[in-house]
């Protein structure tokens, strides 16, 4: 006897191709119609850690919510009808604010029950082993999600998703039927940086819940800090780079990130005897990978202000006397003004206490990164503010092919530049006019990324602000209120 699921893929699949439909192609299932939400506790590995990840998801609308215990890999990510969320392993939430990735977070919970207005057109082939494989390309989505089938039953067997310029690879097998409902009791979710393996241990069917289940958690309260902290900052290489101490041992001199999560280098952690698990990859700019451990610090302090218990990751540096990096954490935190020009980094729980008369700038978060709406001389297209990025505009392999930007600034003085796992190749040109928000800043000087991996392809932004123009300004960040100001 056919299943719910094979039938409802059959259902679609007889539909034309190309035609403008949401295939009914869930990887889970309720056969019991009135059945609506469900609890499922799971062992997971993640990148060599171990622990366990408990879901609650609504079979009628799509939302969810997900938190995994495995240390300092610890996490959560969830849909609550409108927003799609994450969160590290204290707790701290950040809202998606990127575009496509908001799509994208979209499309997905169409696989667990959304029925939302967001219409892929949708295509059909079969693979070598004869599994229907489903195309849905959204349209403004870069690349289409792509949903393989297996061809006897008709369950999910693998979704692979390049929209965000990075290819995923989610696997399920071993379906079971647990009361009325089908499950894929093993899940294996890949990217070049490493890998989950989940097992499901138990099913459990739920009559209800509470609608701010599937909400972003309250920020934890791991914070001290009474009034406003300025510490000194130095610019080294075109980077600020700040002074820390964690758990109480020496000065560390780490970069202060905009676009970047905790890490310390693998010798700051074994002068500091961190506890270290796991074995996983970071990336960057570049188009490679290098190696990544976790820890957890007890305390982290930068100037007055003190955070315990953060997650950090343990990533080869290239030395220069930077022993890490630290950003976001501390961003999502607190407000932040850069000042430049004095050579001081501001840290406040209110940003009303920095006293801005100034209009503020819409801001919104991109993963850990700020991000605004902005233009290149009229081309508009979101822009990363990043203060690690040591140049001016990186514009994105993206866009730059797009735009033909290539022909459009006649550039071909290649430009071969260091980065995280590897280096980055750009073009060298120059623009009349970038727009950040309402601000104009002329006669920039940029890079026309020509990398066809890595963070430099990013299709979702327009390009990535570096230090050469946000130090022309004293910019403040407050990412608890999405706003943003670039003081003069």
Not at 195 to 212: G, K, Q, T
Not at 302 to 320: H, K, S, T, W, Y
């Amino acid at each position: 006897m056919i299943s719910s699921l094979a039938l409802a893929a059959a259902v679609a699949l007889t539909r034309p191709s190309g035609s403008l439909i949401t295939p009914d192609v869930r990887v889970i299932r309720a056969r019991d119609a009135t059945r609506r939400y469900v609890r499922l506790l799971q062992d997971i590995d993640v990148d060599g850690v171990r622990g366990t990840e408990t879901s609650i998801v609504d079979l009628a609308t799509g939302r969810y919510a997900e938190r995994v215990s495995a240390g300092p890999l610890s996490s959560g990510d969830g849909f609550n009808g409108t927003r799609t969320w994450s969160s590290d392993a204290t707790g701290m939430a950040i809202v998606e604010g990127n575009a496509q990735a908001r799509l994208d977070g979209l499309a997905w919970a169409h696989f667990v029950g959304r029925r939302g207005p967001e219409h892929p057109v949708v295509s059909t082939a079969r693979n070598p082993r004869g599994d229907v494989v489903v195309r849905l390309r959204y349209p403004t989505l870069s690349a289409p999600i792509v949903v393989t089938l297996d061809r006897r039953t008709g369950f999910v067997r693998e979704i692979e998703d390049d929209s965000g310029g990075e290819t995923t690879r989610t696997r399920y097998s071993d379906y079971r039927r647990v009361h009325d409902v089908v499950v894929p009791f093993r899940q294996e979710v890949a990217t070049r940086f490493g890998a989950a393996h989940e097992r499901v241990r138990s099913v459990e069917p739920v009559a209800s819940v509470p609608d701010d289940a599937f909400d972003p958690p309250p920020p934890p309260q791991d914070v001290v800090l009474d009034g406003t902290t300025s510490i000194p900052m130095e610019m080294r290489r075109g980077h600020p780079v700040v002074p820390i101490r964690i758990d109480d041992g020496p000065v560390l001199h780490v970069l202060f990130d905009t676009g970047a999560s905790n890490d310390v280098t693998p010798s700051v952690a074994r002068r500091l005897h961190l506890q270290l698990v796991g074995n996983g990859k970071a990336g960057g700019f570049g188009a490679g990978v290098v190696s990544r451990r976790y820890t957890t610090v007890k305390r982290l302090r930068i100037g007055d202000a003190e955070l315990r218990d953060q997650p950090f990751a343990v990533i080869p540096g290239d030395n220069d006397g930077i022993d890490g990096t630290i950003g976001c954490e501390i961003m999502l935190r607190f407000a932040v003004r850069f000042d430049f020009r004095g050579r001081r980094l501001e840290l406040s729980r209110d940003v009303g206490a920095f006293r801005i008369t100034a209009a503020a700038i819409p801001m919104r978060l991109s993963g850990c990164e700020p991000e605004i709406d902005g233009a290149l001389d009229g081309m508009r297209g979101a822009l990363g503010l990043d203060t690690g990025d040591a140049n001016s505009l990186l514009v994105m392999a993206p866009f730059v092919n797009a735009h033909g930007l290539i022909a459009r600034y006649k550039a071909n003085d290649v430009i071969v530049s260091g980065a995280v796992a590897g280096y980055a190749a750009g073009l060298r040109a120059q623009a009349k006019t970038v727009r950040l928000g309402p601000v104009a800043v002329h006669d920039v000087p940029m890079e026309l990324s020509i990398m066809s991996k890595g963070a430099a392809n990013d299709p979702t932004e327009l390009g990535n602000v570096g230090i050469k123009i946000l130090s022309r300004f004293a910019p403040v960040f407050d990412y608890r209120s999405n706003r943003m100001w670039l003081l003069r």
